[in-house]
C-alpha cells in the first residue's frame, strides 16, 4: 500500500503562483510514476502532470505545459507541482497519484486539494 497526503492549494489570484506538495508513504519501491490530477466542478478527472520516480522525466497536459513544474524529492518522498501564471480555469481539487509499478495504471490516490483562482 502507498499513503499520499497532498498539501498547499488554497486561493490564489489569476496570475499568481502555488505550489502543491505530495508526500508518499508505504511501499514506495514499486511506485513507477507519480502524477497530478484535478476535476474541476462538473468536469471529469483530467491529466495534470506525472514524473517518472526513478529518473525524473516528466510529461504534461497541453494545457499546462510551459506553467506548471513538476517535481520529486527522493530523499523526502515527495512530489510538487509549482504552479505559475495560473487562470480562473485551473480551478480545481488537485488529486496526487501514485501507481504500483511499470505499466500498471495509477492506483493509489490522495484526499485532494482544492485550488481556486478568483479573476
Known amino acids: 500500500q502507498v499513503q499520499l497526503v497532498e498539501s498547499g492549494g488554497g486561493l490564489v489570484p489569476a496570475g499568481g503562483s502555488s505550489r502543491l506538495s505530495c508526500a508518499a508513504s508505504?511501499?514506495?519501491?514499486?511506485?513507477?510514476?507519480m502524477g497530478w490530477f484535478r476535476q474541476a466542478p462538473g468536469k471529469e478527472r483530467e491529466f495534470v502532470a506525472q514524473v517518472m520516480y526513478s529518473r525524473g522525466s516528466t510529461s504534461y497536459a497541453d494545457s499546462v505545459k510551459g506553467r506548471f513544474t513538476i517535481s520529486r524529492d527522493i530523499t523526502r518522498n515527495t512530489i510538487y507541482l509549482q504552479m505559475n501564471s495560473l487562470k480562473p480555469e485551473d480551478t480545481a481539487v488537485y488529486y496526487c497519484a501514485a501507481d504500483q509499478g511499470a505499466g500498471t495504471s495509477y492506483k493509489y490516490w490522495g484526499q485532494g486539494t482544492q485550488v481556486t483562482v478568483s479573476s
Open positions: 508505504g511501499r514506495m519501491f514499486s511506485i513507477y510514476y
